[in-house]
């Protein structure tokens, strides 16, 4: 099994206030087989034209020293609230200019940055199908199809992820796009959420899942099994949910899992709250 987390550099900063190239020095220490780092347009060209990716080379150094292989985000919409990351030169524009912006800056970026050998996968946006954010929106297949061989065409040895909101995937039934477009199709699922009354989980059964991931014609991935609260940041371990959600994930079949709340794993482990970190580092060192 290939097992891995997310990292959000942004998340780190401005949600925990904590530097972020040591957090992920320590995260990558852990042991995963992959890290998948997000980058956001809104920080790489907050000026239009002009781009700044300091942010994301310094975590990709650390990788590059450490062995450690990546999945890179691109596109519009990154792992993390609001979902959408567009800078606010955007705001204005019309739809026909966001997107010919949005090629421009996907074009520079995997230009910029394929030279690191890091990077094993170009992720191409974030459950870009599935509507979220504080509007709702999505991403038309249309775009994402452009956007897709955008990156093909700049990088083609390197492999596509397209990551889809797995709670809902029978009802929206975006996975035989995602098949068709991707290499690799990501699953995000959310069991439980420890402090969000109300919280139904997914609306597909395991059985469910587990046979779509059965007969699917591209390999896929649980891109974010729940592992932390969201909201609710008292320290404390949430072992028992790590452990209740990791076996079901097992059961499904799929071929990497990759555990969602490294940032706040690190937030309590600065805190003395060790537990989870401890049985996760077991865990990704295969212990």
């Known amino acids: 099994m290939i097992y891995g987390t997310t990292y959000s550099y942004k998340y780190m900063e401005e949600y925990f206030r904590l530097p972020f190239v040591p957090a992920f020095r320590d995260i990558s220490g852990l042991g995963f087989d992959i890290v998948r780092l997000a980058t956001y347009w809104s920080d790489s060209e907050k000026s239009k034209g002009k781009y700044d990716l300091a942010k994301i080379r310094a975590l990709l150094e650390v990788a590059e020293d450490r062995g450690q292989d990546i999945v890179l985000t691109a596109g519009m919409k990154a792992p993390r609230w609001p979902e959408f990351h567009l ?25 910029a940055l394929k030279g690191y050998r890091c990077i094993r996968y170009w992720q191409v946006e974030n459950e870009p199908l599935d509507p979220s954010g504080p509007h709702g929106a999505s991403i038309g297949k249309g775009i994402l199809e452009k956007e897709v061989a955008l990156v093909r065409a700049l990088d083609p040895d390197r492999k596509v ?18 098949e068709k477009l991707a290499d690799i199709v990501g699953l995000d699922l959310y069991y439980k959420i420890p402090g969000r009354k109300g919280y139904k989980g997914p609306s597909v059964s395991d059985t469910y899942l587990k046979k779509a991931i059965a007969v699917s014609a591209r390999p896929v991935w649980v891109t974010e099994l729940q592992t932390n609260p969201w909201k609710v940041y008292r320290a404390g371990t949430h072992l028992e949910l790590f452990e209740e959600n990791l076996f079901r994930a097992l059961a499904l079949g799929p071929a990497a899992i990759l555990f969602w709340g490294s940032e706040y794993w690190f937030g309590q482990k600065k805190k003395g709250a060790v537990l989870l970190w401890n049985r996760i580092g077991e865990l990704a060192r295969g212990k």
Not at 87 to 111: C, F, I, M
Not at 161 to 178: E, K, S, V
Request: charge should be negative.
């Open 161 to 178: 992820i397209i990551t889809l909101w797995g709670n809902d995937l029978a009802r929206r039934g975006h996975m035989p796009f995602a």
């Open 87 to 111: 800078p606010d030169w955007l705001n204005d524009q019309s739809a026909t200019e966001v997107e010919k912006r949005l090629h421009e800056y996907l074009g520079h970026l995997v230009l």
